[in-house]
């Protein structure tokens, strides 16, 4: 008997385009995904109106993680408004995947909300706690990693980030952030590394 993949759509970078988010849910439902992955920056630019609910009108689990636009406050407001999760800082398992993350930027790249890179890494390290004897585990950050390709355009990445894929080793780390290198994938080590960006991605692990 083969073992069912779980099938996952990730995007990041909404800003508050709940037109974006109607598109991402009929994606979602046509492609038949178990799981929807936001990475951060939810809010900002747009009206944030009824951000989360074309998933949950679909009945779609959601995970989501603040950007450096989203206050941490306003991250709890939408998954409790919405009853979805908010992954910064924790962990969760879906058909055997472990998913953990930290959100927020470790820079002052955006006004709403900033996390040292002593934090992010702690963060992270807090999360990956509940995922003991999980084989396949995916990494979630809304900030890009170090030394990768999102670096070309010139913002520097999180060395908490790169060092904790390295210490944890996971399948996949999703990131969204820095929006001139959506789509693009990198690795480090044996972890694919893949900024999301708005139209998001279909994943099977």
Not at 99 to 110: D, E, M, T, V, Y
Request: one cysteine or more; charged letters at 25%; glycine letters at 10%.
């Amino acid at each position: 008997m083969v073992n069912k993949k779980l099938r996952i759509l990730a995007a990041s970078d909404l800003h508050g385009d709940s037109r974006l988010t109607k598109k991402l849910a009929l994606r979602a439902e046509k492609e038949a995904v178990d799981i929807v992955v936001l990475c951060g920056d939810l809010t900002g630019f747009k009206e944030s109106k009824d951000l989360i609910k074309p998933f949950k009108d679909k009945n779609q689990k959601v995970l989501i993680l603040p950007g450096n636009w989203d206050s941490f406050a306003t991250t709890d407001f939408l998954a409790q408004l919405y009853g979805v999760t908010n992954i910064h800082g924790y962990s969760a398992v879906y058909e055997g995947v472990g998913f953990f993350g930290a959100g927020s930027a470790s820079s002052a790249l955006g006004p709403r909300s900033g996390i040292s890179e002593r934090e992010l890494l702690s963060t992270l390290e807090k999360a990956h706690i509940g995922l003991k004897g999980i084989e396949k585990k995916i990494m979630l950050t809304h900030m890009h990693p170090s030394k990768g390709i999102s670096e070309a355009i010139g913002f520097r990445g999180s060395d908490s980030i790169r060092k904790a894929v390295q210490k944890f080793k996971p399948d996949l780390l999703l990131h969204g952030h820095i929006h001139e290198t959506f789509g693009t994938e990198d690795r480090i080590g044996k972890t694919k590394v893949i900024n999301v960006g708005r139209e998001g991605v279909i994943l099977e692990i």
